[in-house]
């Protein structure tokens, strides 16, 4: 009898490294919705993933609470709840808590304890470090001081859910069906180099941003050591995670643009750059150079969100697929068109963008698909 396990694996290897599924979808009028064609969307690209990662991240799901910081906080142990909650009531006002809504599911098997928290920062005799860095140094000093206990979502007005499992069943587990937001983002994983727990689970979150992910980053290593020296420490053991952490030092602490950023993640090879005009050439030569341990080798494609915007590119030659749907004011991005067309047979223009370069939904501007599909081609045209 065949061994099942070598056909279509030539090489007899382990690893099954064209997976992964991710999938966002953003209405850049700020309108909210249910993400069950999310769900839908990420659920049809099944085969993607095993069943041991899935999760969604959701923007404008607590405007109840939108002016404080949600804790999703994972629990290993009672003690590790009770260790937390002390640390939380010294160092924030918690204005509520409580256990995240769940409901049996038969394919969660043995699922942590998860409960949220919503935080204002309390009136500090040195104010001189802003709020954003405090809270990111909290999260930081309860992942790492404290055993058993992972906090994966601390941003305002949005939320991670993630865990083992298929990310239907994650939606399932969670009660997906009670939250709406403007922009949803999902991931079904397939692990290659990293074992499969629900702090690894996708998307990977600090303040506001999320990640999520397909492919495998072997500068993992440098980014990770060039981070932690700036304060970040990687506790959830998955190489994602670097990247959450890079946008938000990029972004939020060094006020780049996203297309800079873009160009610092996923920047043009060397004889690239060596064509380009002089003011960019320059300006692409110091990029390298400032920020080199940031670039991102392997083969990838990510979905980066924050508030008020959406963002997708891979890496410079498109090894991990990524296609752009528009519809409207509604912007999706998935691995694959199928699953956008699953939910919006009709889109106004579907298209897959260059390596390196970013496609961004916002709610600051409209959704103009020609024009972004002309860069694209124009940036194209230049390499």
């Keep these: 009898m065949k061994d099942l396990s070598k056909l279509n694996n030539f090489y007899s290897d382990d690893k099954v490294i064209d997976a992964c599924s991710i999938f966002g979808m953003m209405d850049t009028s700020g309108r909210p919705f249910s993400g069950g064609g999310v769900v839908e969307a990420i659920a049809n690209m099944h085969v993607r993933g095993n069943g041991l990662g899935g999760g969604f991240a959701i923007y404008g799901l607590y405007p109840e609470y939108a002016d404080y910081y949600a804790f999703h906080i994972m629990y290993l142990s009672r003690e590790a ?21 769940t409901q049996p599911t038969s394919a969660i098997v043995n699922p942590p304890l998860v409960w949220r928290y919503f935080l204002a920062v309390k009136e500090r005799e040195e104010e001189e470090q802003a709020e954003d860095d405090y809270v990111v140094d909290r999260v930081m000093e309860i992942n790492t001081g404290v055993k058993d206990a992972f ?13 083992v499992g298929y990310p239907e069943e994650i939606a399932e ?5 009670q939250y709406e937001g403007y922009l949803w983002t999902a991931h079904g994983r397939f692990p290659t180099n990293t074992r499969g727990w629900w702090g690894g689970a996708h998307p990977f979150n600090i303040l506001d941003w999320t990640v999520v992910h397909n492919g495998e980053l072997s500068s993992y290593g440098i980014n990770r050591r060039y981070l932690e020296g700036l304060g970040y420490h990687c506790t959830m053991e998955t190489d994602t995670e670097v990247i959450a952490y890079a946008i938000d030092l990029l972004v939020r602490r060094h006020g780049l643009p996203m297309e800079i950023v873009a160009k610092i993640l996923a920047p043009p090879f060397w004889s690239a750059i060596e064509r380009r005009p002089p003011e960019e050439r320059e300006l692409l030569l110091a990029l390298r150079q400032v920020y080199g341990s940031l670039l991102l080798n392997g083969p990838f494609t990510v979905i980066i969100a924050h508030h008020g915007e959406m963002i997708g590119f891979t890496d410079r030659i498109r090894l991990r697929p990524l296609t752009v749907g528009v519809k409207g004011s509604v912007l999706y991005l998935s691995s694959e068109e199928s699953a956008i067309r699953l939910i919006c047979p009709d889109l106004d223009r579907a298209w897959i963008p260059m390596g390196g370069e970013p496609v961004i939904g916002s709610l600051k501007m409209p959704l103009v698909p020609e024009k972004m599909a002309m860069v694209v081609r124009a940036t194209f045209d230049v390499n």
């Excluded at 906090?151 to 865990?163: H, P």
């Design 81 to 101: 709840k009770s260790e937390v909650e002390d640390f939380l009531k010294h160092r924030f006002h918690i204005i509520a808590a409580e256990e995240v809504p």
């Design 151 to 163: 906090v994966f979502s601390s941003g305002k007005d949005m939320a991670v859910f993630k865990g």
């Design 173 to 177: 587990y969670f009660c997906l069906e």
